[in-house]
C-alpha cells in the first residue's frame, strides 16, 4: 500500500480514453451530431466538425480524463478495495466533476436543449462506468 503503479495507470487510461473517445464520437457524430451542429448554429457558433483542431483538443482531453480515472482509481483503491465497484466509484466521480458539470452548465446556459443535455448525462455515465471498469481491470498495484 501506498504506491502506484504510473505504468499500471497509463495502460488502464489510455484504454479508458480509447474507449471514452469512440463513445463520445459515436454520440457527437452520428447519434447526436446533426442537432448540436443545429443548437451551436442557433446561436451563431461554429459547426464542430469544421474544426480539426478542435477534435484534437478533444480526443486528447478525454484520453486525459482517462488517465485520471485509473489514477483516481489507483488512489482510492487501498481505501476502498480493489474491483469493479471502486473504479466505478472512480468514474462516476470524474464524470460528476467533468461531463454532468459541463452537462449542466450548457443546458442553463441555453446552448443545448434539455433533450441533449439529459441524453449526454445519461450516455456518459453509461461512457464511464465502462470505461473506468476496464480501466480499473487493467491496473495493477506494483510489486514489491
Not at 37 to 44: K, M
Not at 115 to 123: A, E, I, N, P
Request: glycine share 14%.
Amino acid at each position: 500500500m501506498g504506491h502506484i503503479n504510473y505504468a499500471g495507470v497509463l495502460k488502464g487510461g489510455i484504454a479508458a480514453g480509447v474507449i471514452m473517445t469512440i463513445s463520445e464520437y459515436l454520440l457527437n457524430v452520428p447519434i447526436a451530431g446533426a442537432q448540436m451542429e443545429t443548437e451551436l448554429a442557433a446561436h451563431n457558433l461554429p459547426p464542430v466538425a469544421g474544426h480539426q483542431s478542435a477534435v484534437f483538443v478533444f480526443v486528447g482531453m478525454t484520453l486525459v480524463l482517462g488517465i485520471m480515472t485509473v489514477w483516481l482509481y489507483a488512489a482510492i483503491r487501498p481505501r476502498f478495495g480493489a474491483g469493479p465497484g471502486t473504479a466505478i466509484c472512480a468514474g462516476l466521480i470524474v464524470w460528476t466533476l467533468s461531463y454532468l458539470y459541463m452537462a449542466i452548465t450548457m443546458g442553463v446556459l441555453g446552448l443545448h436543449s434539455m433533450g441533449m443535455v439529459v441524453l449526454g448525462v445519461v450516455w456518459t455515465a453509461i461512457e464511464m462506468i465502462v470505461a473506468s471498469a476496464v480501466g480499473g481491470y487493467l491496473y495493477t498495484e506494483p510489486t514489491t
